[in-house]
């Protein structure tokens, strides 16, 4: 257990909806990053926030939004779904080392 | 960007034996290299790394090797258990990026 929790767990919705992710760090960290997780892209960057401001950007979709709250804990805004965007969240959190420790994951399937 | 290559896609061993993952980088100014196992359905989990100022590290039976001139890094597992059956990622990130850089993972089969 790495100490960084994620929910939902799975989530199922339609072409044309928004979810939310949530994210909540190991005890400590103050950087959280989201990736996305397919099977012809590999594990990809999307976000990073530290101590609640955006850090670093990387191949996220305009449709995509996040945000890191006072308590740090995280979310990630998922809108106007399209059946590309099927595939594994994961949220990581890191320490002062830039050691980066991941949550479990949530599965998203769009139908 | 970093881009990150990762050899082999799919590698089998004995139980008992060596299993070796490499991977290349391209930027020189990448400092840190994590590599992380992948069980089915969990997170990736970071199992070792390595920083550029040092040439090997090990952890009991996982050693990682960088080759800063040419640009690589691997990974060794000697007397691979089952449990070792997962898929590995290399990473690479610069220092003051924290973006990581990801390999395109090695499913590693341990033969029992």
């Known amino acids: 257990d790495s100490g960084v929790t994620q929910t939902p767990k799975h989530l199922i919705t339609a072409t044309g909806q928004r979810v939310t992710l949530r994210c909540s760090p190991r005890?400590?960290?103050?950087?959280v990053y989201w990736y996305q997780q397919s099977l012809d892209q590999g594990l990809q960057f999307l976000i990073q926030?530290?101590?609640?401001?955006?850090?670093a950007k990387g191949n996220i979709l305009e449709r995509f939004s996040a945000q890191q709250f006072p308590d740090l804990h995280s979310e990630l805004n998922l809108s106007s779904l399209e059946l590309g965007d099927s595939a594994l969240y994961f949220c990581?959190?890191?320490?002062?080392?830039?050691?980066?420790?991941f949550g479990p994951g949530t599965r998203l399937t769009v139908t | 960007g970093e881009n990150v290559e990762q050899h082999p896609s799919t590698l089998s061993v004995q139980e008992g034996d060596s299993a070796v993952i490499k991977c290349t980088y391209s930027?020189?100014?990448?400092?840190?290299f994590p590599w992380y196992k992948q069980e089915l359905g969990k997170g990736p989990q970071l199992i070792i790394d390595?920083?550029?100022?040092?040439g090997e590290k090990k952890d009991q039976r996982i050693a990682v090797t960088l080759n800063k001139t040419a640009k690589h890094f691997s990974l060794h597992i000697t007397e691979t258990q089952p449990e070792d059956s997962a898929v590995y990622f290399c990473?690479?990130?610069?220092?003051?990026?924290?973006?990581?850089?990801f390999g395109t993972g090695t499913r590693l089969t341990i033969i029992p």
């Open positions: 990581a959190s890191s320490n002062t080392f830039g050691e980066q420790y």
């Open positions: 926030y530290y101590n609640g401001e955006e850090r």
């Open positions: 990473a690479a990130n610069a220092f003051g990026n924290e973006k990581l850089t």
């Open positions: 930027d020189s100014a990448s400092n840190y």
């Open positions: 005890s400590g960290d103050l950087s």
């Open positions: 390595i920083r550029s100022n040092v």
